[in-house]
């Protein structure tokens, strides 16, 4: 895929001005936008505010939080995870700056054995489908899990050849329209996530607007191009945990190495799931808060049915640890996590580790502009199945920047671990008592 | 109906008489929704070790934390009581899980409230079960005392009120003693198990066949089980008052599924002054019941309907009369109608006419698994369950038992939820017999009292071992080539049978196979005989065939069964028949995973199983590796079979269960009877033949090239959102023939192709081709499908298919051109049903289609 440059049709001028200026943006920050005579399609808004979304970007380019004051911890909701800081150790308490940490974190803990997984660093990439992102996308996505040790997940339109070579670090997702999905699909994968729900629009299935089936998306998924394909909500097949589990037992029968992973959002009663999701035989479950990222969910959704991230957290380790089972299922967060504090935080509120997704893709110039379910409506090529928008990121290139923002995280996780005193990312795990709430600005 | 000051009466009494919960949380203290369920209703009683082996069989549908039965009909001789005991009173079933709160119990809410003609403390194994000791469990068999019953005062209509008012203090009773010694405590040291007459519900933490286990109940015989496995998902502490059946007054329920709306029905109920005390979704459904059924009286086709809305189309398919009824009782009880995916089994004894029954309700939307079925010879039994499977075990081990039973139901179905053809939900009923006072007569009713039949001329297999007239004709045949069906049709009896099939078996294996494949899967006249029991005299044949295999070494045939080492296999044609008892359903040693094994390990390319006994995933994991495999599968497979199958060629000789060919992608699958929820759920392809019909949900999201033909018709949501490309270039679709055989063999057809909603909902590619030629589907059962014509090329496209069908089924292509004796043109006979352009659907911006010239 990746000299598919070579062939590929002309890129039309004036997309190629905006990406130049862009890329020029990527790299030098919006402060020298205003005299390229350009104005960006959006730049952020209170989660994901200007500056975060910068300080992403030098991050992307440097591998290192920036320098120059400005904030790459927390956004600006006035809420979660932005009014809650960390009650840093007393001198003395805290580690040597070149102390080692343990940022590594196993996948599975069930006591029943199975095969074991190690990521290097507490964080997967979330589910992305052909379709909603590119196959440059979810190639340069899963060249950095290889590069890490760690995994991307197919999302839910199929496996593009493109992905094969990387397989052994692509997760495969199961979810509701079962989409692409093969015996060889599962056969291949580490992990197999089954997607019940999404916390960006928990309730509503999948949902691929016409303009962004393509022929080569609709191929993938063997549907019918420029039709909007909708996944159903829910699995028609599971209706109940008894039908989970068989539908789990499915799955080990195609591939009994594979581990189990359960992505749900954030309902209420979040605390059953989690224990109901754990005796069906899931390894990790991972739930969606209500500021998920997606493309293509009704306005009315988002943000308004799925508990925050930062809620569900708790109550879930909570629950799980008083059913004693909280270290036999690993337990990933996302929906919302931003930036390696917001990792912290998720562990601190009793998450072992978290699922990334906007952020990588704001680490290859996402600016938040909310056209994702338009087909063109991606300025920079990263939600577009669009033969020639998805021209406009090098897998190479973007690979890289998700890569350094990932040095990025792994160098702040490591000096938060420090300053807390810990020397491991799991001593880290449902220390509330760490936390501390404030509507200040952090400081430096 | 109750009369409204009867209603009152009942009401005022409760008032008075419940005790206050204060404030009990409006919040399930488990999540639940799995289950499985399954009861039985006999002419005859059975035993409690026959009913064991049906949950036995559907073990992985709980997870040992809850299970329990319910038994009505109750032979007295167990618990050393009378006849008119047994009958006339109340058997109150206490749990001690504190045995020292017996004495209190005794002392208040017993020995002043009744006179205790007899107590029978229940036998119970040594030990736990599921690491909780089991509660003790004591039976008093009792009256109300007289001064008790004058409380009942003034109520009207004495004879039937003294009843209703009798039960009523009973239940109060019951409930303030749960409150005081379970509900309100928080010490949980004793609860009522059950208080009704003739109906005993045993339930602990464990899986249902514990309990049989545990309080010794594999002698108990009674007419009526239902049994249950439960599935809670919270609290490591477990607690046998949260298990299954929960009880009304003569009623116990068992329910798979759960609420959305628990809170709303419990608000429902408080209306009343009822509370629930156990705080489970399957509890406030039993006193919704409880209230519908004793207090305001309604029918039960009324409280089916208040629990279970008919709605939409079929809602206004129902006379006018039930549309004005209905439309009462929903406005009226639509808060007390619970909302989700559920379905119930009700054990009832009904001491106005000792009848008892076995009632199975589903909700509206079918979301839970659900199967019926019915056999009746010189005794009849019925029988509802959430897999197929575990109705076959039961008849096996009840045939074992007692041989006025056979191992194959006369009639298997599903039920259609809320709907004006069934009403979603049946009751078998235990009639006394006026004519001599001993046996009794099963009768088998819709909601609408619509009777459930067997072919009354059909002879069932005879109870002593007949004799056969022509043995020496049958054993000729056996080793000839000529056909059979003729002498089934007339002239044989069940004794030329079996010496027909000893002498089949005593033959080559191959050839036996042969015949045993045509006779189960064919459709024929059986003359006086039912076909039911001509299969289960195949079944043995077939098991004793492959049996010969494993003792003598056969050529062309390899055996092998579970726990065995795998066996070597000589070449492609050797068939490798696999004996699938005691194989678990799942898991490493599975018959799946030995299936896969032997493909991909020992290159085996024909396979045979037999007795398969709910296994599933039967054909999974195997891949592209299983191109130019050919699977026979024999016996009562599991759910999930033939899941994406990739070139497999794979034949059911039977029925099939729930989720057949999800994700198929290519192959064959053909299934000589019917198929269950969620078939060919999003399948991308393969040829697909089903014999019969199919249950909910069929080919949703089926994308690719399927090309499917369902030769009965399918419950709901047919096809929904339907996206395989366009049939005439390269897509796929489903032809639905709407015909189905007799027990005789008979083919005729349905009263409607499709009688549900929501057909090809919202879908965006392939076809439907439904046999219609009276044109009964209408517009309203689409949903932004449209009626198109039939052209040539569809024509062209379904025609082989069809073809292929006749050569399977032997359902000609030129009897679905029939209609009333005449032939017609197809396009005179098939309608066709095609996505229409829905602003839903269809992309939003015209540049879109730009991708054509880009690269041009």
Known sequence: MTDATSNAPAVPKFIELNVRKHEHALHEGYKNWPEMGFEPPAMGDARWPADLILSVWTQAETGRPPTDGSEYRIGASGGGFDVLDFKWAAEGAALAPDAPVDLSLPLNRRSEGGRRIDIPVPWYGAGMSFGSISERIMVARATTAKKWGTFTSSGEGGYPMGLYPLRDHVITQIATGMFGVREETIQWAPMIEFKYAQGAKPGLGGHLLGDKATTAVAEMREAVPWVSLFSPFPFHSVYSVEDHKKHIDWVRQVNPEALISVKVSTPTDIDMVAVGSYFAGAHVLQIDGGYGGTGAAPEIAKKNIASPIELALPKVHKFLSSEGLRDEIVVMASGGVRTAYDVAKCIALGADGCVLGTTELVAIGCTRCSNCERGRGCPFGLTTTDPELSLLVDPDWASERISNLYSSFKWQLEDILRRLGLSSIRELRGRTDLLRYTKERPAA | ?856
């Not at chain 2, 009849?380 to 007692?402: F, H, R, Y």
Request: contains cysteine; proline residues 6%; negative net charge.
């Open chain 2, 1 to 856: 109906m109750n009369s409204p000051a009867l209603t009152e009466a009942l009401l005022r009494m409760e008032r008075e008489g419940l005790p206050s919960l204060g404030d009990m949380p409006i919040r399930k203290e488990a999540g639940e929704g799995g289950c499985g369920v399954v009861g039985a209703a006999a002419s005859v009683p059975i035993s409690g070790d026959v009913f064991l082996q049906s949950l036995r069989q559907m073990a992985n549908r709980g997870n040992g934390k809850g299970g329990g039965v319910a038994v009505s009909g109750l032979d007295p001789s167990f618990f050393g009581v009378t006849e008119e005991q047994i009958r006339g009173d109340y058997l109150l079933a206490i749990a001690y899980l504190d045995p020292t709160a017996r004495e209190e119990v005794e002392r208040e809410f017993i020995e002043p409230k009744f006179e205790v003609d007899h107590t029978f403390d229940v036998p119970a194994a040594e030990g736990e079960v599921s690491g909780v000791r089991p509660p003790d469990v004591r039976i008093y068999f009792v009256r109300l005392r007289d001064d008790v019953r004058k409380q009942i005062g003034s109520i009207e209509a004495p004879d039937a009120a003294g009843a209703a008012g009798e039960d009523e203090l009973v239940w109060i009773n019951s409930y303030a003693l749960n409150a005081k010694f379970y509900a309100s405590t928080g010490e949980k040291r004793a609860f009522v198990l059950s208080h009704a007459k003739d109906l005993l519900v045993l339930k602990l933490v464990g899986y249902g066949d514990d309990v049989i286990r545990h309080y010794q109940l594999e002698g108990l015989r009674a007419n009526v089980w239902i049994g249950h496995h439960r599935y809670p998902t919270k609290g490591t502490v477990w607690h046998p008052g949260g298990a299954h059946p929960f009880i009304g007054m003569h009623e116990a329920l068992v329910h798979n599924g759960d609420f959305a709306n628990y809170a709303s029905i419990c608000s429902y109920l408080r209306q009343v002054g009822r509370q629930p005390q156990f705080l489970t979704d399957t509890e406030v459904a039993v006193l919704v019941f409880d209230l519908l059924n004793r207090i305001y009286g309604y029918p039960l086709e009324y409280v089916i309907e208040a629990l279970a809305p008919t709605t939409e189309r079929d809602f206004s398919l129902l006379p006018e009369d039930k549309r004005r009824v209905y439309d009462l009782i929903a406005k009226t009880h639509i808060h007390g109608s619970p909302d989700g995916p559920w379905f119930f089994l009700i054990a009832q004894s009904v001491p106005q006419d000792s009848s008892r029954r076995l009632i199975g309700i589903t909700d509206t939307s079918m979301l839970r698994p659900q199967v019926f079925a019915l056999q009746s010879g010189e005794a009849q039994i019925g029988v509802a369950a959430s897999e197929k499977q575990a109705i076959d075990a039961m008849l096996d081990s009840l045939s074992a038992e007692d041989p006025r039973f056979w191992s194959r139901a006369d009639r298997y179905w599903n039920a259609r939820g809320g709907s004006h053809t069934d009403g979603g939900a049946f009751m078998f009923s235990v009639m006394p017999q006026a004519t001599n006072g001993k046996g009794a007569r099963l009768v088998c009713t819709d909601k609408f009292g619509k009777e459930i039949a067997v072919d009354p001329s059909k002879r069932p297999l005879p109870v002593a071992a007949s004799t056969a007239a022509k043995g020496e004709e049958a054993r000729r045949m056996a080793a000839s080539e000529e056909n059979i069906l003729e002498r089934l049709a007339g002239g044989w009896d069940y004794g030329d049978v079996r010496a027909y099939l000893d002498s089949l078996e005593a033959g080559p294996p191959a050839q036996a196979i042969e015949t045993l494949s045509h006779l189960i899967d064919a459709r024929y006249s059986t003359g006086s005989m039912k076909r039911s029991a001509l299969l289960s005299l195949y079944d043995s044949s077939l098991t004793a065939v492959v049996d010969g295999i494993r003792r003598t070494p056969t050529a062309g045939f390899v055996w092998t069964g579970h726990g065995e080492e795998l066996p070597e296999v000589a070449g492609p044609e050797t068939v490798v028949a696999i004996d699938a008892r005691n194989a678990p359903p799942e898991g490493p040693e599975s018959l799946s995973r030995m299936i896969v094994d032997l493909v991909q390990q020992r290159g085996a390319r024909r396979l045979l199983l037999a007795n398969t006994r709910g296994q599933r995933f039967i054909g999974c994991g195997l891949s592209a590796d299983g191109k130019g495999v050919t699977i026979d599968v024999f016996g009562s497979s599991g759910d999930y079979l033939g899941s994406g199958l990739d070139g497999v060629e794979m034949i059911v000789h039977g029925s099939g269960q729930d989720q057949l060919a999800q994700i198929m992608k290519a192959g064959k699958l053909v299934v000589h009877g019917d198929v269950g929820q969620t078939f060919g759920y999003a399948a991308k392809g393969g040829d697909i033949y089903i014999l019969g019909s199919a249950a909910g949900r069929p080919l949703i999201n089926a994308v690719g090239r399927p090309h499917v033909v369902i030769n009965g018709t399918a419950l709901d949501y047919l096809a929904e959102s339907f996206m395989a490309g366009d049939p005439l270039d390269n897509g796929g679709f489903a032809v639905v023939n709407g015909v189905s055989f007799s027990e005789n063999g008979d083919l005729s057809e349905l009263a409607e192709p499709y009688p549900g909603g929501n057909l090809f909902s919202l879908a965006s590619g392939g076809a439907l081709y439904v046999r219609d030629p009276r044109g009964r589907l209408s517009e309203d059962q689409l949903n932004v499908g449209e009626f198109a014509p039939l052209s040539p090329p569809d024509w062209d496209l379904i025609k082989p298919y069809l073809e292929e069908n006749e050569r399977l089924f032997g359902i000609s292509v030129d009897f679905l051109l029939t209609v009333d004796g005449s032939a017609r043109e197809p396009a005179d006979v098939y309608r066709k049903i095609r996505p229409s352009a829905h602003h839903a659907l269809t992309p939003e911006e015209a540049w879109v289609h730009r991708e054509d010239q880009v690269g041009k």
